[in-house]
T-cell receptor
């Protein structure tokens, strides 16, 4: 049982490049979330998907887009990366009672 | 807007001590309160979830309590061990945007 998986684990981008972060869960959960974690700022919600086919903005959505491809997969896209998007990105899958299960994270550096 | 505060920010204790980590929140209309552990460079591991209708949850040496009226949750760790060294985060959750505290960095030295 893999739980929540994220790819890639590490990525270095140049300013202006684009990339997609992938997240998949095998727990049959309806809801999935994307967070970023920055020193001194804690974890902040970027986007969430309450169910397949729906997505909503979180606290810090600017510069990102998401796709809920199916029940298992929720991707996060940076169309034109900026140094301010250097962060660690976590995907979470949400069970009953809004219990969150996290993936291992993607460490992104934008130069 | 919900705000979650964790005190202390850092804690260093000798092995064997019982310790309490604190989490306070400003909006008592929470659905749940979840405690996580994060090891350096790793993801978050769920420790305990307390639903709003519950007062506490226990798992092994860990006990978490919730007092919605005072806006507080505590994580009690009994007989601490060096392997407990990590950052502990709490988060209020529900149908709105989850809010995380900034964590308590715990070091348990032998």
């Amino acid at each position: 049982n893999a739980g929540v998986t994220q790819t890639p684990k590490f990525q270095v981008l140049k300013t202006g490049q684009s990339m997609t972060l992938q997240c998949a869960q095998d727990m049959n959960h309806n809801s999935m979330y994307w967070y970023r974690q920055d020193p001194g700022m804690g974890l902040r919600l970027i986007y969430y998907s309450a169910s397949e086919g729906t997505t909503d903005k979180g606290e810090v959505p600017n510069g990102y887009n998401v796709s809920r491809l199916n029940k298992r997969e929720f991707s996060l896209r940076l169309e034109s990366a900026a140094p301010s998007q250097t962060s660690v990105y976590f995907c979470a899958s949400v069970a009953n009672f809004y219990e969150q299960y996290f993936g291992p994270g993607t460490r992104l550096t934008v130069t | 807007k919900q705000e979650v505060t964790q005190i202390p920010a850092a804690l260093s204790v000798p092995e064997g001590e019982n310790l309490v980590l604190n989490c306070s929140f400003t909006d008592s209309a929470i659905y749940n309160l979840q405690w996580f552990r994060q090891d350096p460079g790793k993801g978050l591991t769920s420790l305990l979830l307390i639903q709003s209708s519950q007062r506490e949850q226990t798992s092994g040496r860990l006990n978490a309590s919730l007092d919605k009226s005072s806006g507080r949750s505590t994580l009690y760790i009994a007989a601490s061990q060096p392997g407990d060294s990590a950052t502990y985060l709490c988060a209020s959750g529900g149908s709105y945007i989850p809010t995380f505290g900034r964590g308590t960095s715990l070091i348990v030295h032998p």
